[in-house]
């Protein structure tokens, strides 16, 4: 059983930066992404990569302010998030499956980091 867990949550201040790790216990084949889940809300896929050819996607909240990176020798994947807004505040969850677009292909998630952004 593949564990994932999450670190690199914290507060900050709108415009700040954060960067999230991702660690598994063993390598993930298909692919590793983050999600996120704001309180009262649904949790909404924000960026996947896929080790097969590594390519990479974000959703459209996502794109131009956060990257995902990863390193197979580590079994990391990473999120640097600049440029937050309140609106980013969430719950974000490691994720790894087969399709890392959707929830329900996804077979390991973390236990989740908080990231906190203030206006």
């Known amino acids: 059983q593949v564990q994932l867990v999450e670190s690199g949550g914290g507060s900050v201040q709108s415009g700040g930066s954060l960067r999230l790790s991702c660690t598994a216990s063993e390598s993930t084949p298909y692919c590793m992404g983050w999600f996120r889940q704001a309180p009262g809300k649904k949790r909404e896929g924000v960026a996947r990569?896929?080790?097969?050819?590594?390519?990479?996607y974000y959703d459209n909240s996502a794109k131009g302010r956060f990257t995902i990176a990863h390193d197979k020798t580590k079994n990391t994947v990473y999120l640097q998030m600049d440029n937050l807004k309140p609106e980013d505040s969430a719950m974000y969850y490691c994720?790894?499956?087969?399709?890392?677009?959707?929830?329900?292909?996804?077979?390991?998630w973390g236990h989740g980091t908080r990231v906190t952004v203030s206006s």
């Open positions: 994720a790894a499956g087969q399709d890392c677009s959707r929830e329900q292909g996804i077979t390991h």
């Open positions: 990569i896929y080790s097969i050819n590594d390519r990479k």
